[in-house]
């Protein structure tokens, strides 16, 4: 399944769904810490997940449960930048075990991922959007029962394009 997002609405067959993007919009120049949302067609890698806040989930995808030691690298001066690493860790990363609840459900694109070239940006995924949809660090993030309607539909084929 192809999904396009184009003016903040994720849309695929007949349904239309809200989502933020990031503070500074749309762009395909992208850096990292710019929040900005990667302009381009990005492959859906897998879903990571909280397995004591989300339960049976429906999706053909690979699914990886989250674990508190978990983050992803967002420091250029690492080997590990864009990729998913293990607290303790030396350089700056994002943690993904989180008190409140955006990370409950994140969908791993493959932005900047083959090749990573450093300082382009990192960390891009779908995840669970806050109560006003405030934009996002350059991530795309919708509400809770919108990401289990698209789990239920994507397949490892997925992509999205974001306009």
């Known amino acids: 399944m192809h999904l396009k997002l184009i003016n903040n609405k994720i849309l695929f067959q007949h349904y239309k769904i809200k989502c933020a993007v990031g503070k500074r919009g749309i762009s395909k120049k992208k850096v990292e810490g710019d929040k900005i949302t990667p302009k381009g067609t990005f492959k859906i890698k897998c879903l990571f997940y909280r397995k004591d806040r989300v339960k049976k989930i429906k999706t ?11 983050g992803w690298c967002d420091d250029p001066k690492s080997k590990f930048y864009n990729k ?18 955006i990370y409950d459900m994140v969908l791993i694109l ?44 994507l397949n490892k084929e997925s992509k999205i394009t974001v306009y």
Not at 60 to 70: A, C, Q, R, V
Not at 84 to 101: T, V
């Open 110 to 153: 493959n932005y900047n991922m083959n090749p990573i070239v450093k300082k382009r940006g990192s960390a891009i995924f779908i995840h669970i959007a806050k109560r006003r949809y405030t934009r996002t660090e350059g991530c795309i993030a919708i509400s809770k029962k919108d990401m289990r309607l698209l789990l239920k539909n």
């Open 84 to 101: 998913l690493i293990s607290f303790p860790f030396s350089y700056g990363a994002e943690k993904l075990y989180l008190k409140e609840n």
């Open 60 to 70: 053909s995808l690979k699914k990886i449960s989250l674990k508190e030691n978990m």
